[in-house]
């Protein structure tokens, strides 16, 4: 049955690459690619002499991989919608394209790797796997021109190389957070789109917070009916709304019904990417309190509500020591695990303020009974007997850093938002990690001058050059426990995030640098490859109705300190074509435009302009010679 439907995905690939020569009719026009744009960067890829033409007589090659109706099904209805007929593949000969599994493994590529042979006869695609010819696909489609989806062509030349790739890491994710904002069904298959398109392979779904409950419950209706909805206050900027009015209808929200998840579910491991769901535990629960104020500790007279805004500190928090919590939070896995084939479940367990705890006599009990030691043993504890649920029904757990406060078992994984020492302390411990610093990680920050950019999480800067800079690996971790860095993603949150166009904004370009960061060799890192690669690659995602935000026009500085004590300094921007103007105390802008020397301590002071506006403003930089 496995194999049945690993089967399937391929063909998938297959398929979708003959939808692609389609284009190439006699009509369109022809065009030569000079130069490759892939990200992320492969571990290798040699150019070579001569190039194969793409045409309307090219044909598709299945190699060892048979075909199944409800693929050429799909494909074919594919097809009609772009108003072409259904092609199918060829026999294997010159002039085509041909899809191999190698019949003899070859163990540097693994599971996920591929190679591309691109001669004057043929394309060859190959993998140890299916999924590496998925990933092979994607990189052939970087190969074709930005506006392919948009644009027909006669023919399409394509230089002679050699291409072998295989990640560096096993989990590249992205997280997306649903809870402050919903994005329905449509939005969510877009997003796995994207992730897919740059070999991501972990979609972190962030299902439940104080702001609403978004998978369906059977059991306790409440959590859709009323945990789910709350008033609609996304007119006024997130942190001014106006408190409800009595009466005043809940029209913003929603949740997805089993049916979605589960269609949601196939449609991401049709792409080769793993669903992991978060359902908090113990805090950030408002939605499950106003739903069911029963679990809320005792004594706490709080009449709680599914946010609208701000909530901070949050001190809803269920309560640990009645067993109906624990009931309540074993029924709720027991609807969840099923809906998600994978190995993990995410329990939350960040930012759960224990105030109500200390004055709860029942969670005091707890504490008494099970000799822990405070609060933070007893959401330990929580978290421990929560794992135990989930381990018996074959799936392991994982946490935001904090669950290490209260202990957990070593076979919890571990993800660590708060810098890397989180990572490094489990490590250490023998716990898996995912990297996920909110300094490189968290894509809600603004990614260029406030001043010039739509409401974002304030008082951070996080530029798509900074993404880049992120390494999962920290270099302070002993070679011994470099075995348990799994890897690291992204994360959005949505408090400042109303709309799927925003979000698309927020994730990009910065995805991208993400994608490279986990899946390119750290050897290969190229900022400036990067930015000439990236330009491109927004084209085509433009091309293909995604929304990208601008790039950082913030200025930063290099120095190469030279023998007689000053220093050269060069001033960059991450988006080619920006001018920089700049002083060095005097007060007089001059455009920038080649490294220049400084003799001390100085205070550089940049301003930059895009198209003739201005896009940053003054900034000051306080340089060291010395450093």
């Known amino acids: 049955m496995e194999r049945d439907k690993t089967m399937y995905r391929f063909r998938y690939s297959v398929f979708s690459i003959m939808a692609l020569m389609l284009f190439f009719g006699s009509c369109g026009r022809k065009i030569t690619i000079n130069e490759y744009a892939i990200v992320p960067m492969p571990v290798e890829m040699e150019m070579e002499r001569g190039s194969f033409t793409l045409s309307g007589s090219t044909t598709c090659y299945g190699g060892n991989v048979g075909q199944n109706d409800a693929s050429i099904k799909y494909i074919s209805r594919l097809l009609r919608q772009w108003h072409f007929n259904p092609v199918l593949a060829g026999k294997m000969e010159n002039n085509s394209i041909q899809f191999i599994i190698n019949d003899t493994l070859v163990p540097e590529i693994g599971e996920e790797g591929y190679t591309i042979d691109v001669t004057k006869d043929n394309i060859v ?119 409800p009015q009595e009466g005043e209808a809940r029209t913003n929200g929603g949740y997805y019904t089993k049916e979605e998840v589960r269609e949601i579910v196939e449609y991401a491991a049709e792409r080769y990417i793993d669903i992991i769901p978060e359902i908090e535990i113990p805090g950030h629960c408002c939605a499950v309190l106003e739903a069911y104020p029963q679990f809320a ?45 994978y190995k993990y479940i995410h329990i939350g367990g960040d930012e759960a303020v224990k105030e109500n705890w200390k004055r709860c006599a029942r969670c005091q009990q707890r504490i008494k009974k099970e000799g822990l030691k405070n609060e933070e043993e007893l959401q330990g504890w929580m978290i421990v007997q929560m794992e135990k649920y989930v381990m018996r029904q074959g799936k392991s757990i994982i946490g935001w850093d904090e669950i290490l406060e209260g202990g957990v078992s070593s076979d919890a994984t571990v993800m660590s938002w708060r810098g890397d020492r989180g990572g490094i302390e489990a490590a250490r411990r023998g716990n898996d990690v995912i990297m996920t610093p909110m300094e490189f990680c968290y894509l809600n920050f603004y990614q260029a001058d406030a001043e010039f950019q739509p409401p974002a999480m304030p008082n951070t800067l996080l530029t798509l050059h900074k993404v880049y800079q992120f390494d999962p690996m920290p270099e302070s971790l002993p070679e011994r426990y470099r075995k348990h860095i799994l890897g690291g993603q992204c994360n959005l949150w949505t408090e400042y995030i109303n709309t799927p166009e925003m979000a698309e904004y927020m994730l990009l370009p910065r995805m991208c640098a993400m994608a490279e960061v986990l899946w390119s060799p750290s050897t290969s890192r190229d900022w400036e490859s990067f930015r000439r690669r990236i330009a491109r690659n927004i084209i085509r995602l433009r091309a293909n109705d995604y929304r990208v935000g601008t790039s950082s026009f913030t200025p930063w500085v290099s120095k190469e300190k030279l023998s007689d004590g000053t220093s050269r300094i060069a001033i960059h921007s991450e988006t080619e074509g920006t001018d920089i103007y700049y002083h060095t105390g005097d007060g007089k802008f001059r455009r920038y435009s080649e490294p220049f020397v400084i003799a001390a301590d100085t205070e550089l002071h940049t301003i930059a302009f895009y198209n003739g506006l201005l896009r940053e403003k003054e900034h000051v930089l306080k340089l060291r010679t010395e450093n």
């Not at 560096?168 to 994207?194: A, C, E, N």
Request: net charge negative; proline share 7%.
């Open 125 to 243: 695609i190959a993998a140890n796997s299916e999924q590496g010819l998925f990933y092979g696909f994607q990189t052939f489609v970087q190969m074709l021109p930005e506006d392919i989806s948009e644009t027909r062509y006669s023919k399409i030349v394509l230089p002679a190389c050699h291409i072998k790739d295989y990640p560096r890491f096993g989990w590249r994710g992205s997280h997306l957070d649903v809870s402050r904002h919903f994005f329905g069904v449509t939005q969510i298959k877009k997003h796995l789109d994207l992730m897919a398109r740059y070999k991501m392979n972990r979609f972190h779904w962030h299902l439940t917070d104080d702001h609403g409950w978004r998978i369906e419950i059977a059991k306790y209706p409440l959590l859709n009916d009323v945990g789910s909805w709350r008033v609609d206050r996304d007119d006024a900027p997130w942190g001014e709304a106006e408190p």
């Open 297 to 341: 500790c005792a004594g706490d007279d709080t009449t709680y509500t599914v946010q609208y805004g701000p909530y901070w500190p949050p001190r809803a928090i269920l309560c640990g020591g009645n067993d109906s919590v624990m009931l309540f939070l074993k029924d709720v896995m027991d609807e969840v695990i099923p809906l998600f084939p």
